[in-house]
Structures are given as structure tokens and as C-alpha cells.
């Protein structure tokens, strides 16, 4: 099946900082989406990006479908910004395959 | 005010029981789902239903049942036969079983806990 995989698993940032989360995966993708768990478990959704540019506010991302692999781009984060980030992806019709995730602790 | 409840938040169980855990959904989506999440790792998927009346084992079903007799519903039991059944429990919907459908959406999650 399709794999995924996420880099950097951690990363811990000053406040105000920006940062690139990666999200590779070994097949062509229908769907895509980016995640955030916050520390309470709820998973929020960021975008949902089989191809292309998109973005809200301080975050944005970009999937390349020819090449594999999308990226999140977090700017000035903010400490409300920790938690785990997730790639998700499906290739078969509505079965998500999620990533390991990026833990991501913003400090102030 | 739409979206996914789930409940309850916490749930306590000892072993050689069953649990059912409760997914509502008033965003009039046709597909849910049922994942179950273990510290430190991703979601995997225990059980999809496309439309009412209808669902499909996912990729780690073993040891659970679920039931989709109406549309907003989709309650998940945890059965004694379930190994390691401690974990963190999300239900998500969708428009439709489908990959332009705009994505799935989730749940606040029930932890389980097995004493």
C-alpha cells in the first residue's frame, strides 16, 4: 500500500519564527490533507490539497502530485501553534493514510 | 450549529467487557469512518461506511463492530475480543466516499481506557 512519511518527526521553535513541514508519499494521491492535533487530541483540519497552492491566513501549502510530496508552511507561529502536525493521503477512493506526524513546539 | 460530537470524552472499561462508543454527525455527510489513534503514532482506520445500511471493515477491524442504521450515526463497539483496546478513538465523516468530496472531518475523540 501507499506509504507516508513526514519530516521532521520534532521540531521546537522561538516564537515568531517560520518553519517547513515535509510530507512525502510513494503514489500517486487523489486526496491529501494537512492536520493539526492539538494538545486536547482534536484533529483540525488545514487544507485540502491534492494539487497545488493554497493559503489561510499565516499557514499555506503546496502539493506537487507529479513529484510526491507536499509541504506546510507555518509563519510567525505562535505558541498556539504546537502540537502535532499530520499528511494525509488516500489513492483509493475515501481511505486515508496518515503519516507519523511532526511534533511541533513553539516557544515563547 | 454543525459538526461531529462524540461520547463520551473518557471512557473506563474493565477487561472482558464490551464498550460502545457513540459518533454523531448533523453535516448531512454520507460517508463516516472510525480510526483509532496509539501514543505517538498516526491514525489508522477500524471500520468506513459509505451510506446507511452499509459498512466496510478497515485495516485493523479485529475486535470491533460497528452499525449505521441512520445517516447521522455510526456507533463503534470495543469487544472483549480486542487485544489492546487502550487508545484514543476518532469518528470523522465526509460528503461522500469519494476523493473529490473535500476531505474528511473529525471529531473531539474518546480515550479508552482499560483497566
Known amino acids: 500500500g501507499i506509504q507516508v512519511e513526514q519530516s521532521p518527526p520534532d521540531l521546537i521553535l522561538q516564537e515568531g519564527a517560520n518553519s517547513t513541514l515535509r510530507c512525502n508519499f510513494s503514489?500517486?494521491?487523489?486526496?491529501l490533507q494537512w492536520f493539526h492535533q492539538n494538545p486536547w487530541g482534536q484533529l483540525i483540519n488545514l487544507f485540502y490539497i491534492p494539487s497545488g497552492t493554497k493559503q489561510n491566513g499565516r499557514l499555506s501549502a503546496t502539493t506537487v502530485a507529479t513529484e510526491r510530496y507536499s509541504l506546510l508552511y507555518i509563519s510567525s507561529s505562535q505558541t498556539t501553534d504546537s502540537g502535532v502536525y499530520f499528511c494525509?493521503?488516500?489513492?483509493?477512493?475515501?481511505?486515508?493514510?496518515f503519516g507519523q506526524g511532526t511534533e511541533l513546539s513553539v516557544k515563547p | 450549529d454543525g459538526g461531529i460530537t462524540q461520547s463520551p470524552k473518557y471512557l473506563f472499561r474493565k477487561e472482558g467487557q464490551n464498550v460502545t462508543l457513540s459518533c454523531e454527525q448533523n453535516l448531512n455527510h454520507d460517508a463516516m469512518y472510525w480510526y483509532r489513534q496509539d501514543p505517538g503514532q498516526g491514525l489508522r482506520l477500524i471500520y468506513y461506511?459509505?451510506?446507511?445500511?452499509?459498512?466496510q471493515k478497515g485495516d485493523i477491524a479485529e475486535g470491533y463492530s460497528v452499525s449505521r442504521e441512520k445517516k447521522e450515526s455510526f456507533p463503534l463497539t470495543v469487544t472483549s475480543a480486542q487485544k489492546n483496546p487502550t487508545a484514543f478513538y476518532l469518528c470523522a465523516s465526509s460528503i461522500a466516499w469519494s476523493t473529490t468530496s473535500g476531505g474528511q472531518f473529525f471529531g473531539p475523540g474518546t480515550r479508552l481506557t482499560v483497566l
Open positions: 494525509a493521503v488516500d489513492n483509493q477512493g475515501g481511505k486515508l493514510i
Open positions: 503514489d500517486s494521491v487523489n486526496n
Open positions: 461506511s459509505q451510506i446507511v445500511n452499509d459498512f
